[in-house]
């Protein structure tokens, strides 16, 4: 089996969907508009500078879950879907994924944002395999509000690859891992073939020292696999 790994937020769309499900809830007064921009700003700043507080972000994330109404929550994210995350479609990422599922690999989706957000892209996406930060449910299938697990974010992304590949006895031989992130070169720095993806300039500048190849799904071609 050789996997196909990618990075989702400003990967496969042109945007962050953490960041942007906060600038949402804002805009539909679901949450303190100010104040909540404010953090929610604060704490996209420290991910692109690659000092965020994982556990402080999401659980920041995902206090809007706790203790609400399933159906409620559910249908908060289909609007979601139809009014952000459809303006940050990009078709040759899907070219990109179809790429790949033709070749017959194993397609996977490898995310530091959480499961509830990520969940229906990667569906949408037709990719069977998500690794993402886990909300924590309770036993009545509701949302804590806390993270469950080690979140999937910078070392804690190879960690939970790690674990997915020792539990269905796989391995990284021929892999590949698509991000735009700098954030992501612990796991870029072990897969077979790692490509950046529209990367910001620190990845840009590790990508040119070691020869990676450098990828844009903001255009309408896909150069990759080869």
């Known amino acids: ?13 042109a945007g962050d969907s953490d960041h942007q499900w906060g600038e949402f809830l804002v805009g539909r007064g679901e949450v303190d508009g ?27 994330v995902l206090s809007v879950l706790k203790g609400r109404d399933l159906d409620e929550l559910h249908a908060l994210r289909r609007d979601f879907m139809a009014q952000v995350i459809d303006a940050l479609w990009l078709p040759a990422a899907e070219q990109l994924v179809d790429k790949h599922r033709r070749r017959g690999d194993t397609l996977m989706i490898i995310t530091a944002t959480n499961d509830f957000i990520t969940g229906p892209i990667a569906e949408r996406l037709g990719v069977p395999h998500l690794i993402a930060t886990t909300a924590e449910r309770d036993d009545r299938g509701g949302y804590t509000g806390r993270v ?7 070392d804690g992304k190879v960690e939970r690859l790690n674990d997915w590949l020792e539990k269905h006895g796989e391995s990284l031989d021929g892999s590949w891992f698509y991000s ?35 990828l844009s799904l903001r255009e309408t071609t896909v150069g990759a696999p080869s």
């Open 1 to 13: 089996m050789t996997l196909a790994i990618f990075d989702l937020d400003n990967t496969l769309i």
């Open 34 to 60: 100010a104040g909540y921009k404010a953090a929610n700003d604060r704490f996209y700043q420290d991910y692109l500078d690659g000092t965020l507080d994982i556990f402080a972000y999401q659980e920041f």
């Open 148 to 154: 469950a697990g080690v979140p999937s974010y910078r």
């Open 180 to 214: 735009d992130s700098h954030n992501d070169l612990p796991l870029l720095r072990k897969v077979d073939h790692p490509v950046a993806v529209d990367p910001d300039e620190t990845l840009a500048r590790a990508a040119r020292e070691r020869g990676w190849p450098i």
